[in-house]
């Protein structure tokens, strides 16, 4: 719970802007605004504080000091109730919109029924806007780029864009003067691929701190230094984002990794096991708690060691039983990127892909793989105008581009559409014509929980249908996953022979690891595949590993590390039932 101040100062600034939403006297709004900022800073708690004390907070004059007090005795502001029945609160959201003021506010409320930024992006979507005084497209531009910027700001952001945004960062410090670069990377979050980060954290060893700070902050994505010290310093970016860099001694840089690397809750296990063993544990090493004597700190490797731990993977570190599996031995041999033979669910331009076929093809050999699916959308999801022909005529051209590349087996597929009753686009005779099918949820997200389950049970009963693509559809902060009874649709995959998708897209990663976990209990197999709609996009599979690896995925459970011989076999074993 907040201090009393804080909730009041809350309070106070909510009624202001109530005020000046309902148009009220301007300059009432801003004193109560004052009055806020004065007893948000105040250092008394203002919840021992007769009437007297109230009104002697500056700013604090006797009718606000009156509805505090009323506040403090009775727990509401009978004057703040009113204008909040008067207005949706909704509303009020809309002028934390950058651009947006009060005025504005209540017209799009009165004039379009408008209350809630959601709203008010999807109104500007579908150009509903036209026409209403004061909103021509700049100012719509200016509202859309607002929210942007608000939700960047706000949120946590998604894994690639951390990646990209570290990467770029530890980059340039490489540069720095005194940096080792073999021991300058990122940790946190964003080193155990967790699909969203909340800031990220850099870690460099170094003698001298002062150079490497003084390069991070000077990088041109700084907008603001939060913190600048010689062990850590703190900016947010242009785009709202947090880095932290902290610079370690050499001689603890691997104690500064594994306690920064985190998780917390995993750290946690570490150091019970340090404390049972007559240690202690820090982020500068592992220590006898008795003489203080450094046993060890220079690498992970070495602190694990001393633990009595094999070194986990930092994708495991989340408290899943990862200290008592590495104790017992029994750490699961991770897949890996290296270990991905190809990739089984991508477009191309004949639907909603940006690039040709032979460019997604041509990538896909640079990538080294053995085996290559081109699933392109299949006619039920109309907006991409699949035909019988055009697929046949797509078939054509892959099987004429095989003969240019020796190495890389190309496999002609589709994405079908699961419909409402598990059917699917095509019947089993045309469908038998295939390589190999992915089928996935486009349409109907919000049938209930008993539909949406048998639907998924159906298109696994399907022998054309090998993968079933982004089983749940949540988009990550966009759409939230379907209502199904997951694990009976996870055994339904492992009985009949179908595997689940771990879409990589960094929007998608779905399943996510949670479900992972719980689908590999059921003896189910996966499928990491980009989903692609562009060449540059085939690279999205480095996400979707690290979300398989944190679902402690080995490669055997993954049909796209397997060689062509046993992939095949497996796609024939289901169809067999057909
Ligand atoms: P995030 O940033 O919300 O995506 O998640 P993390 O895990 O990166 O969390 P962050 O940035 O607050 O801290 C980075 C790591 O540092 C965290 O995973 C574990 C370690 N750490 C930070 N504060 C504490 C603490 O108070 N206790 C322990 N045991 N570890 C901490
Ligand atoms: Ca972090
Ligand atoms: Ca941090
Ligand atoms: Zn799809």
Redesign the pocket.
């Given at each position: 719970m907040a201090r009393p101040n804080e909730e009041v100062e809350a309070l106070l600034n909510e009624y202001a802007d109530l005020l000046s939403i309902t148009g009220g006297d301007a300059f009432k709004a801003r004193a109560y605004e004052k009055a806020a900022r004065a007893i948000g800073g105040y250092p008394e708690d203002i919840s021992r504080l007769d009437d007297k004390g109230l009104r002697e907070i500056p700013n604090v004059g006797k009718s606000i000091a009156d509805k505090v007090a009323e506040f403090l005795r009775t727990g509401h502001m009978k004057v703040l109730d009113e204008r909040r029945t008067a207005i949706p609160a909704g509303v009020r959201e809309l002028i934390t919109i950058p651009t947006l003021g009060p005025k504005k506010a209540m017209q799009l409320h009165q004039e379009l029924g408008i209350a809630s930024v959601d709203a008010l992006v999807k109104a500007i979507e579908g150009d509903e806007l036209r026409g209403l005084k004061g909103f021509g497209p700049k100012t719509a531009d200016n509202i859309l780029h607002g929210v942007e910027l608000m939700q960047q700001a706000g949120d946590?952001i998604l894994l690639s864009a951390a990646t990209d945004i570290a990467e770029e960062t530890v980059a340039a410090l490489r540069e720095a003067t005194g940096c080792d670069p073999e021991h300058c990377v990122y940790?946190?979050?964003?080193r155990?691929m967790?699909e969203?980060?909340?800031?990220i954290?850099l870690l460099v060893a170094a003698e001298d701190p002062v150079p490497v700070m003084d390069a991070f902050i000077a990088l041109p994505h700084t907008a603001e230094v939060i913190a600048h010290g010689e062990k850590k310093t703190s900016v947010r970016t242009v785009k709202g984002l947090q880095l932290?860099l902290r610079v370690l001694p050499p001689a603890s840089f691997g104690a500064g990794l594994q306690?920064?690397?985190?998780?917390?809750a995993h750290?946690?296990r570490t150091?019970e096991i340090a404390v049972r063993k007559g240690l202690k544990l820090s982020e500068y090493g592992l220590f006898h708690a008795k003489s203080g004597r450094r046993k060890a700190a220079a690498t992970e490797e070495e602190v694990y060691a001393a633990l009595g731990l094999p070194w986990i993977p930092p994708t495991l570190r989340e408290d899943r039983g990862e200290v008592a599996a590495g104790l017992a031995g029994d750490l699961p041999r991770l897949v890996t990127e290296g270990d991905l033979r190809g990739d089984l669910h991508t477009h191309t331009d004949l639907t909603d892909g940006l690039s040709s076929l032979e460019d997604m093809v041509a990538t896909a050999a640079a990538r080294g793989y053995a085996y290559y699916a081109v699933t392109d959308h299949a006619p039920k999801l109309s907006m991409q105008r699949m035909t019988d022909e055009k697929i046949l005529a797509q078939r054509e051209r892959l099987r004429a581009l095989a003969g240019r590349y020796k190495k890389l087996r190309l496999l002609h597929g589709t994405e079908l559409n699961i419909g409402p009753d598990g059917e699917v686009d095509w019947p089993g005779e045309f469908l038998a014509g295939f390589d190999l099918c992915v089928a996935s949820i486009h349409s109907h997200f919000t049938l209930d929980r008993a539909a949406q389950t048998r639907r998924l049970i159906r298109a696994c009963e399907n022998p054309y249908v090998a993968v079933i693509g982004h089983p749940t559809t949540r988009q990550i902060g966009r759409r939230p996953p379907i209502d199904a009874d997951l694990d009976a649709v996870f055994a339904a995959c492992a009985r009949t022979g179908t595997a689940l998708e771990v879409n990589s897209h960094p929007h998608r990663l779905d399943l996510n690891d949670e479900l992972i976990l719980r689908a590999r209990h059921h003896g189910a197999v996966f499928a990491i595949d980009s989903d692609a709609h562009s060449t540059t996009h085939l690279a999205h599979t480095r996400y979707g590993v690290g979300t398989a690896q944190r679902g402690w995925l080995t490669p055997d459970e993954v049909i796209n590390t397997w060689t062509w011989q046993r992939l095949k076999s497996f796609l024939a074993r289901k169809r067999k039932s057909a």
């Open positions: 946590r940790a946190g979050s964003l155990r967790r969203t980060i909340g800031d954290d932290d306690y920064f690397t985190g998780s917390q750290n946690i150091r």
